[in-house]
């Protein structure tokens, strides 16, 4: 059962990450490259995008630098109404096969426009590797289509870097949040058991880098579980969503300062149920461990509903554009 597994596997994942962030030059090299960058592009598909607006989010906190997350379709559909043409931009292109057309293809096309890319991908041998200026092997593998492990790991990579830009090597409080994670299983698990008995639709909510979470999270359901799901930033669902509100609509908020608390509130008085998760650090460093909670919802609905996680519908591993 290779999703459960890895799943499961992540606190052993995550340390070797950060291992890697350490032993290998990997941080160095990509600091050298965006010296002169006045803007960072993160670029990818589906759970890649996600990672890619978590990321943007946390360089733009802890750095002050502007950032752009942006689906790869829009370069191949819309790039011109989607990039200033000014400035000195720096992409990250974000793969985990390293094989997604609309990825490879922003990277050929931004090659074109002078902008510097930046692969990082599970796969050396991959076009993205090949392409790309500056390439990133992540080292895990991941079996299963549904993205988990690689979710948070790339994700790690990036928020672990954006602390080495401004200064900060040291990796503690991230290895303290792996350890979070295996002493949390217990209780996380039993949560997403009880509520995946409470819902029939679930809206995930986040602000800042937890927006990538949350929309991370609505995708984890979608493909798991093959149930309906919604995710916004967090404030927006009072703006129209909330009208959907009723029993089993389960509403999941990433964050538990004063705002999410009375919006919570304010679901459970509509009849829906809503459940606020805790934040572990106050800047969002907790963000790729968040997303875990709803890989484990994902997989207790699809039990519940007896999917099989293993093959999600109308999915697959890599997603090509022919021609
Ligand atoms: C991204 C992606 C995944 C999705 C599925 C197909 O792939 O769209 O988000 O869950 O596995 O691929 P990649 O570009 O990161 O390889």
Same mark, same amino acid.
């Given at each position: 059962m290779p999703v459960e597994e890895e799943i499961f596997s992540q606190p052993k994942e995550l340390s070797r990450v950060l291992e890697f962030v350490s032993e290998s030059k990997a941080h160095v090299l990509i600091h050298e490259k965006l010296r002169d960058a006045d803007e960072m592009l993160f670029i990818g598909c589906g759970s890649s995008y996600y990672i890619g607006i978590t990321a943007a989010r946390y360089f733009t906190g802890k750095l002050g630098v502007k950032t752009t997350a942006l689906p790869a379709g829009e370069f191949l559909l819309s790039a011109d109404w989607n990039l200033a043409k000014s400035g000195n931009k720096v992409a990250f292109l974000i793969s985990r096969s390293g094989s997604t057309s609309e990825v490879v293809r922003a990277c050929e096309a931004l090659s074109k426009m002078h902008v510097f890319t930046i692969g990082i991908t599970? =796969? =050396?041998?991959s076009q993205l590797a090949r392409e790309a200026e500056l390439s990133m092997i992540i080292p895990i593998k991941e079996e299963s289509i549904v993205m988990t492990k690689s979710f948070s790991s790339i994700t790690l990579f990036l928020l672990t870097l954006a602390e080495f830009l401004s200064g900060k090597t040291d990796l503690l409080p991230f290895k303290e949040l792996i350890n979070v994670i295996e002493e949390s299983f217990p209780a996380w698990q039993k949560e997403a058991q009880n509520l995946s008995k409470q819902g029939t639709h679930y809206v995930f909510l986040g602000t800042g880098p937890y927006e990538g979470i949350a929309r991370e999270s609505a995708l984890k359901l979608q493909e798991m579980s093959l149930t309906t799901t919604e995710s916004y930033s967090t404030l927006e669902y009072r703006h129209g969503p909330e009208a959907l509100v009723e029993p089993g609509v389960v509403v999941v908020i990433y964050g538990d300062g004063e705002h999410e608390q009375a919006l919570a509130q304010e679901i459970e008085g509509l009849g829906g149920r809503a459940v606020v998760r805790p934040r572990f650090l106050e800047n969002y460093e907790d963000s790729f461990i968040q997303v875990i909670f709803a890989q484990l919802l994902g997989l207790e609905i699809a039990k519940k509903k007896g999917i099989d996680v293993e093959n999600p519908r109308n999915l697959t591993k890599v997603v090509r554009l022919d021609g």
């Open positions: 599970l =796969e =050396e041998k």
